[in-house]
């Protein structure tokens, strides 16, 4: 199995190749584009991109935008969640990109099973305008670190087996949503066997009360430890995309850590 890290975060267009090569300067293998306020990489330029990651064997994901809600009371807010999360996948196809990474949507006023039942729906027909238009991008639903929001293990799990997405794997998420209950070996153990060779996972720092995630803090590096002594146990790959308020340091720190307890 391997292990490889990388920020939330590429930069602007510009400083996008040479970010990847100070990156790869680090140990970096990974990275994921944050179009979280808008898709800001033209088509235009996605070959450049693509071809810089690929050179330094540096592994892309996206993140899509923020004001993602497939739950919307509003159809036309649903529409427009659709169309900024297909605007990710066409990039992220020309970028080379594999996961398009997301918050599915809120509960709002709705139960949570008729809230499934809309967000399943709006997935089935993303996945095929994706098959469609021929994407080699694979849409991956994140669970979440609020109670009042979609994505428990659950949810995440059901639209998995539902609708043929992937997923992302946010152990701080988790960690927050069950107010520090649940266990990296549970988080793992409900997802490790769905027949993946590869999970996408997020983790970082984060700070977290009775309804769930306030915000993302450093990395603590003995929360590290103990996440990478469960991991190394498990047969499957793993890529972990660092959150923290500065994630290059922490995505460089974790590849210091990962390594010294490989004795590399």
């Given at each position: 199995m391997t292990i490889v890290f990388g920020p939330g975060g590429l930069g602007g267009v510009k400083e996008a190749v040479s970010n990847l090569e100070r990156y790869y300067e680090m140990g970096i293998k990974a990275c994921e584009i944050e179009f979280t306020y808008g898709v800001y990489i033209k088509e235009n330029q996605a070959e450049e991109i693509k071809k810089a990651a690929e050179r330094l064997g540096i592994?892309?994901?996206i993140h899509g935008h923020y004001w993602i809600n497939l739950n919307s009371e509003d159809a036309k807010k649903i529409e427009q969640s659709k169309?900024?999360?297909l605007d990710c996948c066409k990039i992220g196809h020309l970028l080379g990109v594999r996961e398009i990474v997301f918050h599915p949507g809120f509960y709002g006023k709705k139960e949570k099973e008729e809230t499934y039942q809309v967000i399943k729906k709006a997935m089935l027909e993303l996945q095929e305008e994706i098959k469609k238009n021929k994407?080699?991008?694979?849409l991956c639903p994140e669970t979440t670190g609020k109670v009042n929001v979609f994505g428990s293990v659950d949810e995440i799990l059901r639209l998995v087996k539902d609708t043929k997405c992937s997923f992302t794997l946010d152990f701080a998420h988790l960690l927050a949503r069950s107010n520090g209950k649940m266990s990296y070996e549970e988080m793992l153990k409900q997802f490790?066997?769905?027949g993946f060779k590869e999970i996408h996972c997020?983790?970082?720092?984060i700070v977290y009360g009775d309804k769930g995630e306030k915000h993302h803090i450093m990395t603590p590096k003995a929360e590290?430890?103990?996440l990478l002594n469960v991991l190394k146990k498990s047969k499957i790959n793993f890529k972990i995309i660092n959150e923290s308020p500065d994630p290059v340091r922490d995505?460089?720190?974790s590849v210091k850590v990962w390594d010294?307890?490989?004795g590399k």
């Open positions: 592994k892309l994901s169309k900024r999360i994407w080699k991008v694979v490790e066997n769905l997020h983790f970082s720092g590290l430890v103990k995505a460089a720190m010294g307890m490989n």
